[in-house]
């Protein structure tokens, strides 16, 4: 068999999808099946505008919280913290081991350890001049 590397420029949903595959035979053979379910918590304005939330997912019985985004007349109000112990208590429902996220140095990476999350590890320059810091928090063992 030949096999020869191809950059594609504008990748498809169908190039994505045919990557994806063998990664994921050979996940499952080796961790077992996992379902991804998508969670959000919307903040919303009286108009029922959504101005930020959380987005999240559950895999292999961990929750990943992908975007976190409260708006600025919601800052220092609690509304992060309320997001934050909502999704924990669903992951807690959904018998997650823990869950896990990464921020930027400019965001909010005291926020997370405040709310018990321990860094497990970071990337210095991303973006040039800071940090991403990834943090996770088990929920069991």
Request: with cysteine; charged share 25%.
């Amino acid at each position: 068999m030949n096999l020869r590397i191809e950059l594609s420029q504008n990748p498809t949903e169908e190039e994505r999808t045919a990557i994806l595959a063998p990664l994921r035979a050979h996940n499952v053979a080796n961790a077992g099946p996992s379902t991804f379910e998508p969670i959000a918590l919307l903040v919303r304005d009286e108009h029922d505008a959504i101005l930020g939330g959380l987005y999240a997912h559950t895999f292999y019985r961990w929750l990943f919280i992908e975007l976190l985004a409260v708006p600025e007349q919601g800052r220092g109000k609690g509304i992060g913290s309320q997001l934050m112990q909502r999704a924990e208590d669903l992951a807690r429902e959904k018998d997650c081991v823990g869950i896990w996220l990464d921020t930027f140095s400019f965001q909010a990476p005291e926020f997370y350890k405040k709310l018990g999350f321990s860094e497990c590890g970071e990337i210095l320059d991303y973006p040039l001049g800071h940090k991403r810091h990834f943090f996770q928090k088990r929920l069991i063992g």
